[in-house]
C-alpha cells in the first residue's frame, strides 16, 4: 500500500486538499487498488478557507515517516491563519523529515512556501502563486528558490509544486503516477473524465 500523508495548516484551499483526496481516493477504488490517505496537521480539527473543518486522522507528533511515501501540501489563505501553521516550527520540521527519507513532497500553490521555508527548496526549481501579482513567488524567491513563474507544475528532484488551483489535477496525477504507474494513472484520469495527452 502507497499512503499519502495529507499536511494541512488552517485556512487550507479545500479545492487543492480535495483533488489530493479524491485521486489518491478513486485509485483505492477503482485502480491498483494499493494507496491510501491519511490527514494530519498542528490541531485536531484544521478548519479550510470555506469554513468546514476537516478531523485530522493522526497528529503530527505521531507520524512515523517510513509508512509513507509521499507528502501532499495544499495551499490557503494568509487571511484565515494559513502561515501560522505553515511556517510552525512542527509543520516545516515533518517536511525536513520527509525530504531526509527521500519521500516525494507535492504542493500546490503557496503550499510550497512552506517547503521553501524548511530550507529544501534553497537552490531548486519551484513555481508558487503569482497570478495578477508577484509577492508570493517574490517570498519564494527570497527563500533562494529558482522561480519559474509560468509554468503549472514544476518537478525538481522529489519535489513537485502547482502554480496555483488550476494546476491542483496535474500535480495530484502526476504523484500517483509516481506511486503507481503511468498506465494505471491514465486508467484514473479516465474515469475521473479527463483526457489524455
Known sequence: MKKVLLLLA??????????????IGWNKL????????????????IKSTVGF???????????????????????GFEEKGYYDDAFHEDF???????HESNKIIASICVGALPIAKSGILKNK???TYGLGQS????QLSDFGVNVIPDQSMVVDGNIITGYNPS?????????????TSKDNCS????LMGFKNN
Open 10 to 23: 488552517n485556512g487550507f484551499e479545500a479545492f487543492e486538499a480535495s483533488v489530493f483526496a479524491d485521486v
Open 53 to 75: 473543518s476537516v478531523k485530522r486522522e493522526l497528529s503530527i507528533s505521531e507520524i512515523n515517516v517510513d509508512e509513507f511515501d509521499a507528502l501532499a501540501i495544499p495551499g
Open 167 to 179: 494546476a491542483s489535477f496535474e500535480v495530484a496525477f502526476y504523484l500517483l503516477e509516481l506511486l
Open 30 to 45: 477503482e485502480g491498483d487498488l494499493n494507496t491510501e490517505l491519511l490527514t494530519t496537521g498542528l490541531h485536531e480539527e
Open 92 to 98: 516545516l520540521n515533518l517536511i525536513n523529515k520527509f
Open 187 to 190: 486508467k484514473i484520469k479516465a
Open 135 to 138: 509577492t508570493r513567488q517574490k
Open 125 to 127: 526549481n519551484a513555481t
